[in-house]
């Protein structure tokens, strides 16, 4: 029970000072290729804005600045929209993708867990 309560206020603490005074939120899904699993994904948020519009502009500029940083010689970045996805140079294989997503200021995407979990 405490993990529980101890987890919900962390949660408030890093979705509470972006999302309070906006009506849209900046959330971005990462998920990452690791030895043994498939994937790993995690929820980020990252900013509030005022409107959607306002919102899918800045998912945009966080979108060109991932590809322009991760872009090596050694990897091939590709960008759909607001998600990247970077490959390894060896047979294409996938490494890292990255999605930055509008969402309303109180949803959150980030998965909930049972006491009983």
Not at 2 to 19: C, E, I, K, N, Y
Not at 50 to 55: G, I, L, T, V, Y
């Amino acid at each position: 029970m405490r993990s529980v309560v101890l987890a919900a206020l962390v949660g408030m603490l890093l979705a509470g000072p972006a999302a309070a005074d906006c009506g849209w939120v900046l959330w971005k899904q990462w998920s990452k290729t690791m030895p043994g699993k498939n994937w790993l994904g995690y929820w980020s948020l990252l900013e509030g804005a005022e409107s959607r519009r306002e919102c899918e502009t800045r998912a945009m500029a966080w979108t060109k600045n991932l590809a322009t940083t991760a872009a090596s010689p050694e990897v091939e970045v590709v960008v759909k929209g607001t998600q990247v996805t970077i490959y390894s140079g060896e047979g294409r294989k996938w490494l890292d993708l990255s999605e930055f997503v509008c969402l309303p200021a109180a949803a959150d995407p980030r998965p909930r867990y049972s006491e009983k979990e």
